[in-house]
C-alpha cells in the first residue's frame, strides 16, 4: 500500500469492458512514468497494483483526484465500479473509445446475450458443451451461493451509467495527448468546462492529414483498402476507399493514415456531431457518382458492412445504439 | 429546449381551422408548457388586429420568440416576420405550424385533428427556441429584363417595359418574332386579322431603342439572383453575355402532333390536317384538297389529343373557339359544302364566344357529339362508289347511333403541349414545372404570373394554355411587377444561406462540388471551404453533406430541425431525451 | 381493442411537395391523420441523422418526398436524397428495422392527390408493420 503523501495527487486508473490497451498506453509514457509518480500516487490500477475494490470502498468520496476509466460497461461489474469510482473521484475520465462511446466491445450490440452466449460456450469450433452449460448469474454450490456479475445485454458507455468530466478518446489515446492533459491538471491550469473532449483537436482527421485532397469527391466504386493500388498520395476517399477522417476529430498525428491504412474513426466526433456514423453515411452516400436508382445500389453493393464500417468505435452512443432483435422486441411490451 | 420567452397564437381562420381543431383547447394545453409566456387563440391572426395583437404582447411581455399556428407558411409566414419586424423583434425569431392545409382541411376527426395540431405546435415551439437573428442583404437591381420568347406574350410584355424606358433583351429561339400567334389568320370571336395588331408590335419592338431583339437565339444557363442575372446567348456560332436584373419567361405551347393517334390517320391520309395547317390553307387564300379539288364535306374534329388519358389528359382551351371560328370561315368561303363539327363539349366561354357559337349554328353547320375518353371517331379512306374521299365512323352521343361523315378535308383541333424544350427553359431559368409540364405559378389565385424564384415570372401559354388575351394580360401584369422592381431599385435578399465555421472546417472538400450554384469554393490558404452568401440560396444539400458539421444551413440548422422531430414526438412536458450540442 | 394508430413523420420540400401537400389542402381531400409535416427547403437538406432520430423519439415511419426527377428546383438536390435514401435503408435493415417504415417519393406542386393518396398507403403500410419499437428498446437498457 503507498504511504500517503501529502500534496501528491491520486490517481487511478480503471478498465471496465477492455483489451487492455488504454492501461498500455498509460505505460507507454515510457520513462515519464517516473515524472508522474513523482507528483501523484497511483492508488488503484488493476493491471499493475493489487488494490482490492474493498480498499476503494473505504477511501473517503472525492479523495481520488483524477480517475481515467477506461473499457465499456458490459456487465454489472463495470457498473458497479463506474458508480463507485463515480463517488470517490473528484474528477471521472472516460478513458478511450471503450469508454468514451462504446468502442469495440460495443460491436456487441449488433447481438445480445443470448446470441452471444451460444456462439462462445455452445457453438464455437472447438468447445464441447454438451450439456449446454452457461455462465450464470447465480450458482450454488456446496460451500455457498457464489454470484458473478450480470452480463447485460447492451453494452453501455460511461456516461450512460455515471457523470463524466472529460472524455480522453483515442482507441487507444496517444501518451502523449495523455501526458499534455496530466501536465494541465499538475500545473494547476484552469481545466476546460465539464464534459469536453480534451487531449483531441476540434478539427478533424482532414486537417492533419498528409494526403492530397481535391474537390473531386465523386465515387463510382467502393474498394477495400486492400484491393487498390494505393498511390500514397492521393486522399482514401477519392480512391474510393472509405476513410472516417472528415467525421473523426484529429489530434493522433494521423497515425493510420501515416501507416498507409484509412482512419477508422477511433477518436470520435468532432464537437457539432452527436452521431458521427450518420454524419458519415450521408456524406459517403453524396459522393456516389450516379442519379439512377439500380446503379446507386449497385455501388452499395460494394460496403460490405456498413453498420460496422462507420460505427467501429461508436454503436452504443449512437442514436440507433444496438440492433433490433425479435427476441429482444418480443421481450418488450 | 433553450430558455425563452415564446408568444403562441392560434389562429381560428374564422371556421376553416376552429371548424376540425379545437383551438382553445390546444392554446390551453400549450400554454402550460414551459417558456411559454403567452399563448391565445384569434379568429384571424393575418389581419391587422391579430397583427397588433403580436406587436403589442412582444413588446408588453418581452416575448422573443413567436409561434403562430394557421394556415400554410407559404401564404403568411412573410406577413407574421413583418408584425415581428414591427415590434421590434428579427423577423427570423418566428416559426409557424401549418394547422389548416395540412390538418383542419385534410381530416375528418375532432380529436385525432385536434391532437395532430398540438403535435404540429409542440414541434414549432421546440423549434423555434433555437431560432437565430438574421440580418436581410440588400441587392441593387439591374435595370435591364431578359424575355425569353418573342411570341405575343413576350413582344406585349417586352413593349411595356421599353416604354418605359428601361431596357429589354427579348431572346426568341426561331428566325423571326411573333411566335404561334403570327401563324394565326384571325382571331376570335370576332373574326379579326391578327396581323393588324402583330405587325405594329413587331414593327415597334424591332425599331425600339431599348429593345434588343436576338432572333435564333437560345440560353443554355442562367447565374445569379433576382437583380443580378447572367446568362450567354448563342446566335448563329457566337456568344453574348447579357446581364439582367428580372427574367419572363414567355416561350408559350407548341401544337400537338397526332401522328400517335392511328384513328385519325394524319400522316397516312393527306387531307387530314392540323388546325396549324390550316391555317396556313386560310393564309394562301385558296381551300382545296391535295388534288386542287375545292372539298365538298369538310369535318372539323374536336379534341383531338387533348381529355384523354392516353394522350393529354387537359383541355387546350382554344380549339373549341377556333372550330366555330373555322366553321365560319369555311362557310364564308364555300357556302355550298357540307361542314361537320365533331365536338365533345362545346367550350365557347369568353367574351363573345357564345355569341360566336349562337351565330354558327345559324350558319347550317352539323354539331356531332362524340365521347373523347372512350369513343374517338375513326377516319378511313373512302371506297369507290363514295362520293367523297373519307368517311368517318363515330359514335354519335345525343342520338346514340353509330353514324357514317362524309369528308374530303379534315381538320384535327390539336392539342397544345410543352414545347421540347420547356424542361431546359425551366432549368435555365430556376422554375419548376407541373405534371403536363407547364410552368408553376407561384399561387394558382393570388399569384399567377410570379414564381417561386424571385425575379423570373411567367407569361402566356408556358403557364398553361390560353388565348391571345389573356396571354397580353399576363405580360402586362408581369412588366408592371418588374418596373416596380427596377423602381425601387434595390431587393433584399434573405440570408438563410450555409456558413461554414472555420474553427470546425477540416478542409475535407466534400462540400464543394455538392453546390448546384458553385457558391462554395475553397480558400488554400487557411484549408477550409467558403460559401458566397450572395450565390448561395440555402437549399442545405451542403449542410446534410458535411461529416464534420462545419456547414449550418442556416434557419433550417441540424438543431432546429432535430428539436422539431422531438417536439412533434414527445406529447406533454418536453424533454430532453437526447443531448443536443447547443450552437451558438 | 385499441387499434394502433402510427405517426409517420414526413419531411417535404417546400417547392414541390410541400406544395403538393397545401394543394391536396386547399382541395379538401381528406386523408389520414397520421403524418407530421416538416419543412425543409429541399429534400436533398434531408439529412440521415433527421431520419434515425425521427425512429428514435418514437416514430414508426418516415416519409421523406422531394420534387420529380429532373424538376428540383436547386438542380440536384434530390439525387442526392435518393442516394442517402438507399444508404439509410441498408442501414436500418442491417439494424433489424423493416425498411418498409422508411420511404422517399416524388411528388410535385400539383400532386395534392397523390399526396393524399401516399400518406393513407403509407400509413396503412405501417399499420400493418405495427408499432415501432426503437424508442422502447432504446430506452430500457437490459
Redesign the interface.
Known amino acids: 500500500m503507498e504511504k500517503e503523501e501529502k500534496g501528491k495527487l491520486k490517481l487511478a486508473v480503471y478498465w471496465g469492458a477492455a483489451c487492455g490497451g488504454c492501461c498500455v498506453s498509460v505505460l507507454d509514457v515510457h520513462e515519464k512514468l517516473l515524472d508522474i509518480v513523482a507528483v501523484a500516487d497511483l492508488v488503484f490500477w488493476p493491471i499493475a497494483l493489487d488494490i482490492k475494490y474493498a480498499d476503494v470502498q473505504q477511501m473517503p468520496d472525492a479523495s481520488i483526484d483524477v480517475c481515467l476509466f477506461n473499457g465499456a460497461i458490459r456487465n454489472s461489474e463495470n457498473e458497479l465500479m463506474a458508480v463507485l469510482l463515480r463517488q470517490k473521484s473528484k474528477i471521472l475520465v472516460a478513458y478511450g473509445s471503450c469508454a468514451h462511446m462504446g468502442g469495440i466491445p460495443g460491436l456487441a450490440n449488433f447481438s445480445n446475450r443470448d446470441a452471444l452466449f451460444k456462439r462462445v460456450y455452445m457453438d464455437s469450433e472447438s468447445t464441447e458443451n454438451p450439456e449446454h452449460i452457461t455462465p450464470q448469474p447465480k450458482y450454488d454450490v456446496k460451500e455457498g451461493e457464489l454470484e458473478i456479475p450480470a452480463f447485460y445485454n447492451d453494452v453501455q458507455t460511461l456516461r450512460d451509467v455515471v457523470c463524466v468530466d472529460y472524455y480522453i478518446p483515442g482507441c487507444p489515446p496517444q501518451s502523449e495527448r495523455l501526458l499534455e492533459v496530466f501536465q494541465a491538471i499538475v500545473s494547476g491550469a484552469e481545466l476546460p468546462s465539464k464534459e469536453s473532449v480534451v487531449g483531441a483537436l476540434d478539427k478533424s482527421q482532414c486537417d492533419e492529414c498528409p494526403r492530397k485532397k481535391t474537390d473531386n469527391k465523386k465515387v463510382k466504386q467502393f474498394f477495400r483498402p486492400w484491393e487498390i493500388e494505393d498511390d500514397g498520395e492521393t486522399c482514401f476517399l477519392e480512391q474510393g476507399v472509405i476513410c472516417m477522417g472528415p467525421a473523426t476529430r484529429g489530434g493522433c498525428g494521423a497515425r493510420c493514415i501515416e501507416g498507409n491504412a484509412p482512419c477508422r474513426g477511433c477518436y470520435g466526433p468532432p464537437p457539432d456531431v452527436t452521431d458521427p456514423g450518420a454524419k458519415m453515411m450521408s456524406a459517403i452516400a453524396t459522393m456516389i457518382d450516379s442519379n439512377d436508382e439500380d446503379e446507386i445500389n449497385a455501388i452499395l453493393d460494394d460496403i460490405e458492412d456498413i453498420a460496422g464500417t462507420f460505427y467501429r468505435f461508436s454503436l452504443p452512443s449512437s442514436i440507433l445504439r444496438r440492433k433490433m432483435i425479435k427476441k429482444q422486441l418480443a421481450e418488450v411490451e | 429546449m433553450k430558455e425563452s420567452r415564446i408568444g403562441v397564437y392560434i389562429c381560428w381562420c374564422g371556421t376553416n381551422i376552429a371548424k376540425m381543431v379545437d383551438v382553445e383547447k390546444v392554446a390551453e394545453e400549450i400554454g402550460k408548457l414551459e417558456h411559454v409566456i403567452v399563448s391565445r387563440n384569434y379568429k384571424y391572426m393575418c389581419s391587422d388586429p391579430g397583427q397588433e395583437l403580436i406587436v403589442k404582447d412582444i413588446k408588453e411581455h418581452e416575448l422573443d420568440r413567436v409561434v403562430v399556428a394557421a394556415c400554410s407558411p407559404r401564404i403568411h409566414e412573410l406577413t407574421f416576420r413583418k408584425a415581428l419586424e414591427n415590434a421590434g423583434l428579427n423577423q427570423y425569431l418566428f416559426e409557424m405550424a401549418n394547422i389548416r392545409e395540412h390538418v383542419s382541411w385534410v381530416h375528418s376527426d375532432k380529436e385525432l385533428a385536434t391532437s395532430k395540431a398540438a403535435d404540429l405546435v409542440r414541434a414549432a415551439l421546440k423549434r423555434v427556441s433555437y431560432h437565430e437573428p438574421l440580418d436581410k442583404l440588400s441587392v441593387d437591381i439591374d435595370p435591364a429584363t431578359l424575355i425569353i420568347g418573342g411570341g405575343v406574350a413576350g413582344m406585349s410584355a417586352a413593349l411595356r417595359i421599353a416604354e418605359a424606358g428601361k431596357k429589354v433583351y427579348l431572346v426568341e429561339k426561331e428566325e423571326n418574332l411573333g411566335g404561334q400567334a403570327a401563324l394565326i389568320d384571325l382571331s376570335f370571336p370576332y373574326l379579326n386579322p391578327v396581323a393588324s395588331f402583330l405587325q405594329p408590335l413587331i414593327e415597334k419592338l424591332s425599331h425600339h431603342k431599348d429593345v434588343e431583339v436576338l432572333c435564333s437565339a437560345t440560353i443554355s444557363d442562367i447565374k445569379g439572383y433576382v437583380g443580378n442575372f447572367e446568362t450567354e446567348v448563342s446566335m448563329n456560332g457566337s456568344k453574348k453575355s447579357l446581364r439582367f436584373g428580372h427574367i419572363i419567361v414567355a416561350t408559350g405551347l407548341r401544337a400537338y402532333d397526332p401522328t400517335p393517334m392511328e384513328n385519325y390517320g394524319y400522316g397516312r391520309l393527306k387531307n387530314v390536317i392540323t388546325s396549324s395547317e390550316f391555317e396556313e390553307v386560310l393564309h394562301s387564300g385558296k381551300i382545296v384538297t391535295d388534288d386542287g379539288q375545292t372539298p365538298k364535306n369538310i369535318a372539323i374534329i374536336h379534341c383531338v389529343g387533348s381529355r384523354n388519358n392516353d394522350y393529354h389528359a387537359y383541355c387546350s382551351r382554344n380549339c373549341c373557339a377556333t372550330a366555330l371560328k373555322y366553321a365560319n370561315q369555311l362557310r364564308s368561303a364555300l357556302p355550298e359544302a357540307g361542314i361537320f363539327e365533331l365536338y365533345a363539349d362545346m367550350r365557347a366561354f369568353g367574351k363573345g364566344c357564345e355569341e360566336l357559337y349562337a351565330k354558327t349554328s345559324e350558319k347550317d353547320i352539323m354539331f356531332l357529339m362524340f365521347d373523347p375518353k372512350r369513343d374517338l371517331p375513326e377516319i378511313k379512306e373512302a371506297g369507290k362508289k363514295d362520293k367523297c374521299k373519307m368517311i368517318i365512323s363515330m359514335k354519335e352521343q345525343l342520338s346514340g347511333e353509330q353514324i357514317e361523315v362524309p369528308a374530303d378535308m379534315v381538320i384535327l383541333m390539336t392539342a397544345v403541349e410543352a414545347r421540347e424544350e420547356a424542361r431546359e427553359v425551366a432549368h435555365a431559368a430556376g422554375i419548376s414545372m407541373c405534371g403536363n409540364d407547364f410552368y408553376i405559378e407561384k399561387h394558382p389565385k393570388l399569384d399567377p404570373v410570379a414564381t417561386t424564384t424571385d425575379g423570373v415570372f411567367i407569361v402566356g401559354a408556358c403557364q398553361g394554355p390560353k388565348d391571345i388575351p389573356e396571354s397580353i394580360s399576363q405580360a402586362w401584369a408581369a412588366s408592371a411587377r418588374v418596373l416596380a422592381g427596377i423602381c425601387r431599385g434595390s431587393v433584399a435578399v434573405e440570408m438563410t444561406t450555409a456558413v461554414v465555421n472555420e474553427e470546425i472546417c477540416c478542409g475535407c472538400q466534400t462540400c464543394v462540388s455538392v453546390c448546384p450554384y458553385t457558391a462554395i469554393t475553397f480558400d488554400k490558404e487557411k484549408n477550409v471551404s467558403v460559401v458566397n452568401e450572395i450565390l448561395c440560396k440555402g437549399c442545405g444539400t451542403c449542410g446534410s453533406t458535411c461529416p464534420t458539421g462545419a456547414i449550418r444551413s442556416r434557419h433550417f440548422t441540424d438543431t432546429q430541425i432535430l428539436s422539431q422531430i422531438e417536439g412533434m414526438l414527445n406529447e406533454g412536458k418536453i424533454k430532453e431525451t437526447e443531448k443536443i450540442m447547443e450552437e451558438l | 381493442m385499441d387499434t394502433f394508430?402510427p405517426?409517420i413523420?414526413a419531411f417535404l420540400c417546400?417547392?414541390?411537395s410541400?406544395?403538393g401537400?397545401?394543394l391536396?389542402?386547399?382541395s379538401?381531400?381528406?386523408?389520414a391523420?397520421n403524418i407530421?409535416?416538416?419543412?425543409?427547403?429541399?429534400s436533398?437538406?434531408?439529412?440521415?441523422?433527421?431520419v434515425?432520430?425521427?425512429?428514435?423519439?418514437?416514430?414508426d415511419g418516415v416519409l421523406i418526398c422531394g420534387?420529380h426527377?429532373?424538376?428540383c428546383?436547386?438542380?440536384?438536390?434530390n439525387?442526392?436524397c435518393?442516394?442517402?435514401y438507399?444508404?439509410?435503408k441498408?442501414?436500418l435493415k442491417?439494424?433489424?428495422?423493416d425498411e418498409r417504415r422508411i420511404r422517399l417519393e416524388w411528388i410535385?406542386?400539383?400532386?395534392g392527390k397523390q399526396f393524399?393518396e401516399l400518406a393513407d398507403e403509407m400509413t396503412e403500410q405501417v399499420a400493418q408493420l405495427g408499432p415501432c419499437?426503437?424508442r422502447?428498446?432504446?430506452e430500457?437498457?437490459?
Open positions: 394508430e405517426k413523420v417546400n417547392w414541390c410541400y406544395t401537400a397545401d391536396a389542402g386547399t379538401r381531400m381528406k386523408y391523420h407530421r409535416i416538416i419543412r425543409v427547403m429541399c436533398g437538406r434531408v439529412d440521415p441523422t433527421f434515425l432520430k425521427s425512429f428514435r423519439e418514437g416514430a420534387c426527377p429532373g424538376d428546383h436547386y438542380h440536384e438536390g439525387y442526392k435518393l442516394r442517402r438507399e444508404f439509410i441498408r442501414y442491417q439494424m433489424g428495422m410535385s406542386a400539383s400532386e393524399a419499437k426503437v422502447t428498446v432504446m430500457n437498457i437490459t
